[in-house]
């Protein structure tokens, strides 16, 4: 399983931007497909996660900001940051987590800066 993500790159506070990100390989029809990021000095946490059916949960810091979503037939999550903050500066990462096999996936990251 490989995945590429897309779409980051230095915007204004405020602004927004989409990040995408492409499963291709022998994908399991029951998955989790999520978004982590690590900033500098600091470890990866979660951001958004969406499971194959569509149920999402976001961490704390961005819910309200970020929405993510999913193309099943194209095997595609997004990530729609709007409202950005410096903060939000990091590296970006997609994962795919199969299931049942709980064999997880990461793909090779996208940086996101966003200027004050």
């Known amino acids: 399983v490989q995945l590429q993500a897309s779409g980051g790159g230095l915007v204004q506070a405020g602004g927004s931007l989409r990040l995408s990100c492409v499963a291709s390989?022998?994908?399991?029809?029951?998955?989790?497909m999520g978004w982590y990021r690590q900033a500098p000095g600091k470890e990866r946490e979660r951001v958004a996660a969406?499971?194959?059916?569509?149920?999402?949960n976001y961490a704390d810091s961005v819910k309200g900001r970020f929405t993510i979503s999913r193309d099943n037939a194209k095997n595609t999550v997004y990530l729609q940051m709007t409202s950005l903050k410096p903060d939000d500066t990091a590296v970006y990462y997609c994962?795919?987590?199969?299931?049942?096999?709980?064999?997880?996936?990461w793909g090779q990251g996208t940086l996101v800066t966003v200027s004050s």
């Open positions: 994962n795919i987590l199969l299931l049942p096999s709980r064999s997880q996936y």
């Open positions: 969406i499971s194959s059916p569509g149920s999402t």
């Open positions: 390989g022998r994908i399991s029809s029951m998955n989790v």
